[in-house]
């Protein structure tokens, strides 16, 4: 496997991983989404409680693997002495912490997710400046820009 191949797939699986984690953690730890005693009566599940922020889940976990495609992709470039991917990697680097916070938010239900989106988008919105230069030249970086410009449209209609 070719290694253009493989770092989407394992950002992808990173992304994936956290979210899985955060919605775990969350059925774990939330007692009130269902009734013990019914379903011990009925013998059967109760219906899981409606999650609030799942349309942001998808577009920021894929905004989040793009965005660890681009940053190791500008290291690689940065470490053949060329310096024009030093912004891009920054704000790349900003945008996988913040988006990551973000995402395990909404995987948890939380009552953060509408600051945490917001501060989000705007480190999206910086991304997305500093890869448009880039576009023509990198796919990664293209791809980092048009994930990120959907995540940022799936938090503007959430609000």
Partial sequence: MQRRHFLPAAAAAVAANAL????????????SAHDHAAM????KAAPAKARKYDSLVKPLASC???????TAHCQVVLATG??????????A?????????????????????P????????????CVKTCKPHVEHHVECKNCHDACLVAIDAIRKMA
């Fill in 93 to 113: 680097l900003d945008c996988d912490v913040i988006c990551g916070a973000a995402l395990k938010a909404a995987g948890l239900n939380s009552t953060f997710t």
């Fill in 64 to 70: 989040m693997a793009a965005v660890q495609v681009c």
């Fill in 20 to 31: 899985l984690s955060g919605r775990a953690a969350a059925q774990a730890h939330d007692h």
């Fill in 115 to 126: 600051a945490l989106a917001k501060t989000a988008m705007a480190a999206m919105e910086a």
């Fill in 82 to 91: 060329d310096k024009s991917m030093g912004d891009c990697l920054r704000t």
């Fill in 40 to 43: 011990m009566a009925e013998g």
